[in-house]
């Protein structure tokens, strides 16, 4: 009987090593989500250093997910994915039988293969103290993404690029779209760009939760927030508003902590103005103005054009168009460009409409593609999901979220403001920005987004009680 008991001790052991092993790997895998855009940084032939820590993690897992099936199949989130995988499943079935294009098809499920993350998340991520750990490793990488971006940018606008750097390397692995817009305008969209907006709101946790070094975090806040104007992308902006709001809905159940709040607030701004102003007056240009004058253009009643041709917008390359170094010429150039890419929109939301009125319960079926953008990449994410699942899958889709929220309004309404349920407000704030920018763009069925769905929900399951 005692040596059974050692049997089992010694058993137990090693599963817990092995799950430390994984929560390690987890980590690393969240960090390179939050800098490197699509990891391909380094490369092991077709695979990616993402891949590879990711499927790690995943494989010293399996003890810890084995013992805890029971708890991984009763989770409400587990659930939800479950009858989402249901749906693709029939979806892609409909998809092949109506001939759909199957590149778009496989396309259209690949990204959301990494929902199978979410029951290593469950077994990694079981305590506040390894979720805070986690949530220092996404700051980390945020803050990699945003100092290199600043860097950039300054070298560019302010020293004319004495320190050569080749803007092609980062494009083709997918870190960076770097673009020259003239002499001293320079668009620099990070493909973890959103991850900054995460960084926000984990460092505004941590200056709450934190007695030491807490003027690190306004700092943190300060660049990522630089770093996010500069990509010019109205989506990103979107994002970052809505995460604000989320943020400023909870400050009436802060009122006690309102002094922190507003300190956290203005050495953030103070510290942002610090940052952009010289900038601005080396460049001789407004960043700060040009950026609200490219989101009014959101406003701009144009005509829509008939050119089939991605015109690439607020996440792809903009051609250099810099043929004169007058600032004013250049940043007409930029919004021309812009208002190009949003006639395209528009002739795209017009046929996703027209195909959606079709069969709006179900939709058409995985696969399926509108005549003007053949590739299937329609940018729209929730239009194109609801024209090949129907409104049904979409509420399917949205069901985890709408879960969230409702948990997360009862936890305000009782009046739970603990360390432990403001870490997981923040991270649905952080979540709610990937949804909102995913409107515009295809995000949430990629793995960065799907990532960020998967940490929140099972930072959410965390028990407390536990």
Known sequence: ???????LMQRSKIIDHLNLISFGLVCLYLFDCAWSGAGRWIMFGPISIRMLLLGLAIIFSIPSIILNLKKIFSN???????????LLVINAIRGFIAGHHQEILL???KGFTYYAMFPTLLVTLNSK?????????ILAGSMVLAISTLFIFIDYTSFHMKIPIDFTYFFNRRVFAVNPM????LRIFSFSGLYMISGCVIAFYFFLTRKNYRWVYPVCTAVCLFSIMVSFTRSIYLGLLVCIVSIILILPFLRKRIKEILSFIGTSVIVFLLITMPISIGGSVN??????EKTLLSFYDGEATDNNEVIEGDDGIIPDNSSTNNSADEIQQSFKITVESDNLRKVTLQELNEKIRSNPLFGQGLGAAVECRTSGMTEFFYMDFIHKTGFLGLII???PVLILIGISI??????????????KYTLLASLLAFMAFSFFNPYMNAALGVTMFSVTMAINSIDEKR
Not at 287 to 292: E, G, V
Request: with cysteine; charged share 20%; net charge neutral.
């Open 410 to 423: 009862g936890r305000l309404m009782h009046g739970n403001i603990n360390e432990s349920n403001l870490m």
């Open 1 to 7: 009987m005692h040596f059974d008991k050692r049997i």
């Open 76 to 86: 409400i989130y587990t659930i939800c994915l479950l009858f989402f995988f249901i």
């Open 107 to 109: 396309s259209d499920i």
């Open 397 to 399: 889709y949205l069901l």
């Open 287 to 292: 960043y700060l103005n040009y950026s609200i």
């Open 182 to 185: 003239g002499s001293y305008l």
């Open 129 to 137: 103290e390894k979720m805070e750990t986690a949530m220092k490793f």
